[in-house]
């Protein structure tokens, strides 16, 4: 394999350029394995690593201290990709061991998720350990039959994705938690579409089959129809009745998690190496400083160790198991405390070990300077903008779709999945009803889709996440204009668009009357800003009642262009005047969208 030198940040343009071959086809693999980058935009080094791999080459850093930490990955055949340095393709086989299977368990809120872990823990730890556990670090391992399984406690299944957005491999084994008598609920179907989004083993626990009112069979039944087909009904996913009061099942589901493990997909690992692993969890701890919990998943962390969590460096003073014993080294699948990092660590990030403290400090500078390159050039994942500029080969456009009714949330999909094209396949990774959440972006993070809200908004965390993470969220209120734009997209011939744009909010503190009517609302801003262009719409008791655009915008008796926050104003609107006092006014600006 021939070897190319890159640097720190390169552009799509001068990637191409250096591998000899058409910009189209960078961007082609880009966009497969979840990024977009049009020419002129710039990816890490670990991104063209990935690319250069893809087309014959051995990537290389320009930064010589940065070389020990360059492991490109190769595309390979799994289901979902893999961090770089997380790859196995380039270990020595005869040096690959099995390690014990990670699993995460996912559900809905109540339906026994923690129980289960607690049964769990209660019932494999050995009996001398139970009473000795004085610490939860987000992870622990149990026993059965002679071997280890990993688990990770995770607050649900918004934090398992989170995680993979951030780029991390943790999970093998997927457990989705469904209660007998609830059966299956709005976060147990988030729930399947970010396990399947993940691309991991899925195993199903009925919980509570000891209760009166339970029935499996509905329960089978349900996750049939959502394409979770049990293996009673000719499917391939495990179904395993539990009880986390009585016990029931548990040690049958710990059984089902090793002979998954076994059989679909092996896990290994090199031990005699240095350990690369993935924070699950990081705080600032009184008398002990930044504190982070690491599952090992390749090598041998110890004592001594100079490693980079993301941007972050350190060398390891402690190492405390999940018993809350010390221990002198951690090897794969092996979570524990770690203690030495100079800062706090982000969920999520890649932990490596350098050779020297030198080397460990250099990286950790050199990933500060490129995180400071993205936030002034960020790489957008894929928009509905960006879909026909990759021409040739066959496409897949991945949506997650939010309405405000289960009635148009059905309407939309139909719409959608009617959509035929020759070179592109219309994929559905998510969808349900409500307002686009953390969740939704979430999701489209990591699989790399649209997100389509039909007569509903993001709220602010929805956005806030969108913004961080690249995705592309669009709304809509009339069915054609969604399924007129994914054509058009899908064909190239996506027309410069107008789109809403949030501007502000503000909230009526006072109502001033004209000739004894309703007329001027006096408003505080306590969002964004208010302008003179404006269009706002009337909110009371979180329910539209009014808009119109803005007809004047005051301050005291003076016209004024616009109005920040935490400041008051007098508005009034063309064609409403129906103020009362609470009524929350929220502004948009029309915007061409040129694509």
């Not at 495990?238 to 986390?244: E, I, K």
């Given at each position: 394999m021939k070897k190319i030198r890159l640097p720190a940040s390169v552009t799509v343009k001068e990637l191409a350029e250096r591998l000899g071959v058409p910009g189209a086809q960078v961007i082609t693999y880009l966009m497969q394995n979840g990024v977009m980058a049009a020419l002129n935009q710039s990816v890490d080094f670990d991104t063209a690593a990935l690319a250069a791999?893809?087309?014959g080459f051995e990537a290389e850093s320009e930064?010589?201290?940065?070389?020990?930490?360059?492991?490109?990955a190769t595309t390979g055949t799994t289901l979902r990709p893999r961090h770089p340095l997380l790859d196995l393709s380039g270990e020595d086989p005869a040096k690959l061991v099995p390690r014990p299977p990670v699993v995460a368990v996912l559900g809905h809120v109540d339906h026994g998720k923690t129980s289960i872990l607690d049964k769990i823990r209660a019932t494999s730890v050995a009996a001398g350990e139970a009473g000795g556990i004085t610490q939860r670090i987000g992870a622990y391992q149990v026993e059965r039959q002679g071997r280890l399984i990993t688990f990770i406690d995770t607050p649900g299944h918004e934090a398992f994705s989170a995680m993979r957005a951030r780029g991390a491999d943790v999970t093998d084994i997927a457990i989705l938690v469904v209660a007998a008598d609830d059966g299956v609920m709005p976060q147990t179907e988030e729930a399947i579409h970010h396990i399947r989004s993940a691309g991991v083993p899925l195993v199903v626990a009925i919980n509570k089959s000891d209760k009166d009112g339970a029935n499996p069979d509905r329960v089978l039944q349900q996750l049939a129809e959502r394409q979770v087909v049990p293996e009673s009904y000719g499917g391939e996913?495990?179904?395993?009745?539990?009880?986390?009061?009585?016990g029931q099942g548990i040690?049958?589901?710990?059984?089902?998690?090793?002979?998954?493990s076994d059989v679909v997909s092996p896990p290994r690992a090199n031990p005699d190496r240095l350990a690369v692993g993935t924070v699950i969890d990081s705080e600032l701890e009184r008398g002990r400083g930044p504190v982070a919990t690491v599952l090992v998943q390749n090598g041998t962390l110890r004592i001594g160790d100079n490693v980079v969590v993301g941007r972050v460096y350190g060398k390891i003073r402690a190492l405390t198991d999940d018993a809350g014993h010390r221990v002198k080294e951690a090897g794969p699948s092996k979570p524990v405390l770690i203690s030495g990092l100079t800062d706090v660590a982000t969920a999520g990030d890649v932990l490596q070990v350098m050779e020297?403290?030198?080397?460990?400090?250099?990286?950790?500078?050199?990933?500060?300077?490129?995180?400071?390159?993205k936030v002034a050039q960020p790489v957008r994942r894929i928009t509905l903008s960006d879909f026909a500029a990759v021409q040739g080969e066959t496409k897949t456009m991945t949506l997650v779709l939010k309405a405000e009714a289960n009635g148009s949330l059905e309407a939309l999909r139909s719409q959608v999945t009617k959509l035929e094209d020759p070179n592109v396949t219309i994929k559905i990774v998510g969808e349900g009803v409500g307002a686009v959440g953390?969740?939704?972006?979430?999701?489209?993070?990591?699989s790399g889709a649209i997100v389509i809200g039909f007569n509903v908004h993001p709220d602010d965390r929805a956005k806030a996440a969108a913004e961080?993470?690249?995705?592309?969220?669009?709304?809509?209120?009339?069915?054609?204009?969604?399924t007129d734009d994914i054509m058009k997209s899908i064909r190239g011939m996506y027309e410069p668009s107008f789109i809403e744009v949030y501007q502000g909010r503000a909230e009526v503190r006072k109502v001033f009357t004209v000739d004894g009517r309703p007329a001027i609302a006096g408003c505080q801003v306590v969002d964004g800003k208010i302008t003179r262009a404006a269009t706002c719409t009337v909110r009371r008791d979180g329910r539209e009642v009014g808009s119109g655009k803005i007809d004047a915008l005051k301050r005291f008796r003076d016209d004024v262009r616009e109005v920040a926050r935490g400041y008051e104003c007098g508005i009034t609107l063309d064609g409403f005047a129906d103020f009362a006092e609470g009524d929350v006014l929220e502004a948009h600006v029309t915007e061409q969208q040129n694509i």
């Open positions: 791999d893809n087309f930064e010589a201290l940065a070389k020990e930490a360059a492991a490109p996913v495990p179904m395993v009745p539990t009880s986390a009061v009585t040690e049958d589901l710990l059984d089902t998690i090793l002979l998954v020297t403290e030198k080397a460990a400090r250099a990286l950790s500078e050199l990933r500060t300077n490129e995180q400071r390159a953390e969740a939704d972006v979430n999701l489209a993070a990591v961080e993470l690249g995705v592309d969220v669009r709304f809509y209120d009339v069915v054609y204009q969604v």
